[in-house]
């Protein structure tokens, strides 16, 4: 069972705000996502991170960053926060040894900008 | 042509009946096949995954698994309304980043 850990779960903020996604996972792993994902749509992968110090753009350009300070933490921010960044947010953490990378994903962060 | 392929559905199927969800995958360096389910304004959850050509079997749910045609499916037996979510497919290589999720397949199943 995964320990992967979203909040906020639920923000509604108004536009040009900054906001922070916070994600913390308790298994160690080392390698962990951020995918965005609306309504009924497919998910998209829009960060990933490989381990402390290292961050790398996902397959969706999204104006989001994120920093991997330490292995459990792996945050999410949006600096100018426009209607077009309300989504679902995923985060997720994978463990490549014995699981063969298996993905466990939080509970998400559902983002409204008005 | 998408690297995972998955019908968007919806499938519907009766209270009891087998739901078979199909996926084929592009990329032949594939490894690893998982299965998650989605249910409305949720996260996925895992229910299984595979790695070897074949069956396995995990309580009502079969994965099947054949490499040289690039085919992995998900057999529900006994279906239930509570089953009734979106399944989504994922293919990786092992010890890679590359974990490509299909778009999901939509199963109703009616009571």
């Known amino acids: 069972e995964a320990d992967i850990y979203q909040t906020p779960r639920y923000l509604v903020i108004g536009t040009g705000k900054k906001i922070t996604l916070e994600c913390s996972q308790t298994?160690?792993?080392?390698?962990m996502y951020w995918y965005q994902q609306d309504p009924g749509m497919e998910l998209h992968l829009i960060h990933y991170?490989?381990?402390?110090?290292?961050?790398e753009k996902g397959d969706l350009s999204s104006e989001s960053t994120v920093s991997r300070i330490r292995t459990e933490h792996f945050p999410l921010t949006l600096e100018s926060a426009r209607p077009s960044h309300t989504s679902q947010y995923l985060c997720?953490?994978?463990?490549?040894?014995?699981?063969?990378?298996?993905?466990?994903f939080g509970e998400g962060s559902w983002l409204t900008v008005v | 042509q998408k690297e995972v392929e998955q019908n968007s559905g919806p499938l519907s199927v009766p209270e009891g009946a087998i739901a078979s969800l199909n996926c084929t995958y592009s990329d032949r360096g594939s490894q690893s096949f998982f299965w998650y389910r989605q249910y409305s304004g949720k996260s996925p959850e895992l229910i299984m995954f595979?790695?070897?050509?074949g069956d396995k079997e995990d309580g009502r749910f079969t994965a099947q698994l054949n490499k040289a045609s690039q085919y992995v499916s998900l057999l529900i037996r006994d279906s239930q309304p509570s089953d009734s979510a979106t399944y989504l497919c994922?293919?990786?290589?092992?010890?890679?980043?590359?974990?490509?999720f299909g778009a999901g397949t939509r199963l109703f199943v009616k009571a």
């Open positions: 994922a293919a990786g290589n092992t010890g890679g980043f590359k974990t490509i």
């Open positions: 991170s490989y381990g402390v110090n290292s961050t």
């Open positions: 997720a953490s994978s463990d490549p040894t014995g699981s063969r990378n298996t993905i466990y």
């Open positions: 595979i790695y070897s050509n």
């Open positions: 298994m160690g792993h080392d390698k």
